[in-house]
């Protein structure tokens, strides 16, 4: 079984930065491929960004590109979300996933979710 905590979301201005930790109490952390959902006010669960187990290989949605990095600390058994150049669409509950195997963009592949952490951007 694998628990996850995301933490660092919050309130920022349109065009600031945040970053997002997700803490995993996983005792091989580095065989899950991890990512990043978010899901609006009346909108479905969508993919952000995804995170091979060694690092290697990483997806970024479109909404995400060049705004937005996935990385992770195996040996601290985490994963981080930075965020720049932030929207007022991009504000959403944002949720980290692991899943054994390769990294997946639909969220029904994912067996494992956090509670989730509130980012509200300001226009």
């Known amino acids: 079984q694998v628990q996850l905590v995301e933490s660092g979301g919050g309130l920022v201005q349109a065009g600031g930065s945040l970053r997002l930790s997700c803490a995993a109490s996983?005792?091989?952390?580095?065989?899950?491929?991890m990512a990043w959902f978010r899901q609006a006010p009346g909108k479905g669960r969508e993919s952000v960004a995804a995170?091979?187990?060694?690092?290697?290989?990483?997806y970024y949605a479109d909404s995400a590109k060049g705004r937005f990095t996935i990385s992770r600390d195996n040996a601290k058994k985490t994963l981080y979300l930075q965020m720049n150049s932030l929207k007022p669409e991009d504000t959403a509950v944002y949720y980290c996933?692991?899943?054994?195997?390769?990294?997946?963009?639909?969220?029904?592949?994912?067996?494992?979710w956090g509670q989730g952490t509130q980012v509200t951007v300001s226009s």
């Open positions: 996983a005792s091989s952390f580095s065989s899950y491929s």
């Open positions: 996933a692991g899943r054994a195997g390769s990294w997946r963009i639909d969220y029904n592949r994912y067996e494992y």
């Open positions: 995170i091979s187990g060694g690092g290697s290989s990483t």
